[in-house]
C-alpha cells in the first residue's frame, strides 16, 4: 500500500497496486529520462497544479477527440489504437512504472505523436479533466482483486466511475474487457449504477472483441491458463 497524499493539500488517497517491478533494463531508464517529461501530462501533478485548474486539452490535442486508456499495461493497445487513428488523441494512465517504460519504448518505433501518459493514480487525472471532455474510455485486464475483503479497490467502484462519467461526453463508449467472473459481475452491477447503459444485446456481444481489437499480453496470459475473455461494453448516459 501507497500513501499518496502531498503536502499541497491534495486528498488522503492509498494507492494499493505495485509501482515498481523487476530492475528496469538500461534502454528502458533511458526512456524514462529522455521521454517521459515530454510526454507527460502536465498539471496532473498535485504540487506542480494544486489548485487543480483543469487540463487545457485543446491547447494540448487541438481539435481531436481524446481517447483514455485506464491502466494500459505494456502499451500494445493504445500503441495500436494511436497507429490506427491518427486524428484522435489518446491519454494512457498507468502507474506501473516497468509498464510505462515498455509503452515509450514501443512509441519510439512507432510514428504515433498523438499519445500522452500520465504514470500515476488515475483519480489525480481525473481531478483536473475538464467535464464531457472525453470521447471514449477503455478499461482493459484491470488488476482483479480477487479476495472478497479488497474488491472495493477495483476500478469498478462509485469512486472512479463517478467522476469517469462527469469526463466523458453524453454518448460516449466505455469498454471493459476481463477474464475474472466475479470482475464481470461487479462491473454489470455497478457501472450501470454510476449512469453508463450495457450495450448487449447477446451472448456474441460480450464474447466477440470489438471491431480493431489488439489482443493484450495479459489476454494472451488468460487465454493459455484456460480463461475467458469477456468484453463489456457501455455507453454514458
Given at each position: 500500500?501507497?500513501?499518496?497524499?502531498?503536502?499541497?493539500?491534495?486528498?488522503?488517497?492509498?494507492f494499493?497496486?505495485?509501482?515498481?517491478?523487476?530492475?528496469?533494463?538500461?534502454?528502458?531508464?533511458?526512456?524514462?529520462?529522455?521521454?517521459?517529461?515530454?510526454?507527460?501530462?502536465?498539471?496532473?501533478?498535485?504540487d506542480?497544479?494544486?489548485?487543480?485548474?483543469?487540463?487545457?486539452?485543446?491547447?494540448?490535442?487541438?481539435e481531436?477527440?481524446?481517447?483514455?486508456?485506464?491502466?494500459f499495461?505494456?502499451?500494445?493497445?493504445?500503441?495500436?489504437?494511436?497507429?490506427?487513428?491518427?486524428?484522435?488523441?489518446?491519454i494512457?494512465?498507468?502507474?506501473?512504472?516497468?509498464?510505462?517504460?515498455?509503452?515509450?519504448?514501443?512509441?519510439?518505433?512507432?510514428?504515433a505523436?498523438?499519445?500522452?501518459?500520465?504514470p500515476?493514480?488515475?483519480?489525480?487525472?481525473?481531478?483536473?479533466?475538464?467535464?464531457?471532455?472525453?470521447?471514449?474510455a477503455?478499461?482493459?485486464?484491470?488488476?482483479?482483486?480477487?479476495?472478497?475483503?479488497?474488491?472495493?479497490?477495483?476500478?469498478?467502484?462509485?469512486?472512479?466511475?463517478?467522476?469517469?462519467?462527469?469526463?466523458?461526453?453524453?454518448?460516449a463508449?466505455?469498454?471493459?474487457?476481463?477474464?475474472?467472473?466475479?470482475?464481470?459481475r461487479?462491473?454489470?452491477?455497478?457501472?450501470?449504477?454510476?449512469?453508463?447503459?450495457?450495450?448487449?444485446?447477446?451472448?456474441?456481444?460480450?464474447?466477440?472483441?470489438?471491431?480493431?481489437?489488439?489482443?493484450?499480453?495479459?489476454?494472451?496470459?488468460?487465454?493459455?491458463?484456460?480463461?475467458?475473455?469477456?468484453?463489456?461494453?457501455?455507453?454514458?448516459?
Amino acid at each position: 500500500m501507497t500513501d499518496t497524499r502531498h503536502q499541497s493539500g491534495a486528498p488522503w488517497r492509498n494507492f494499493y497496486g505495485r509501482l515498481k517491478g523487476k530492475a528496469l533494463r538500461p534502454a528502458q531508464e533511458r526512456y524514462l529520462d529522455e521521454d517521459l517529461p515530454r510526454l507527460s501530462l502536465a498539471g496532473v501533478d498535485w504540487d506542480a497544479n494544486p489548485d487543480r485548474a483543469p487540463l487545457d486539452l485543446a491547447g494540448l490535442f487541438g481539435e481531436r477527440e481524446v481517447v483514455l486508456e485506464v491502466g494500459f499495461g505494456g502499451g500494445e493497445h493504445l500503441v495500436h489504437m494511436a497507429e490506427g487513428s491518427p486524428d484522435r488523441a489518446f491519454i494512457g494512465c498507468e502507474p506501473y512504472i516497468n509498464g510505462v517504460a515498455m509503452l515509450l519504448g514501443k512509441l519510439r518505433d512507432s510514428a504515433a505523436d498523438n499519445v500522452r501518459i500520465h504514470p500515476g493514480d488515475v483519480r489525480d487525472l481525473f481531478d483536473v479533466l475538464p467535464p464531457e471532455s472525453l470521447s471514449a474510455a477503455y478499461l482493459l485486464y484491470p488488476d482483479p482483486w480477487p479476495k472478497a475483503r479488497h474488491h472495493r479497490r477495483r476500478f469498478v467502484t462509485e469512486e472512479h466511475l463517478a467522476p469517469l462519467h462527469r469526463a466523458l461526453k453524453p454518448g460516449a463508449p466505455f469498454r471493459v474487457a476481463t477474464d475474472i467472473p466475479d470482475y464481470v459481475r461487479q462491473t454489470l452491477t455497478e457501472v450501470p449504477k454510476a449512469g453508463f447503459e450495457w450495450l448487449a444485446e447477446g451472448p456474441d456481444d460480450w464474447r466477440t472483441p470489438w471491431e480493431g481489437w489488439l489482443s493484450t499480453r495479459y489476454e494472451q496470459k488468460a487465454l493459455r491458463e484456460g480463461r475467458t475473455p469477456h468484453y463489456l461494453a457501455f455507453r454514458r448516459s
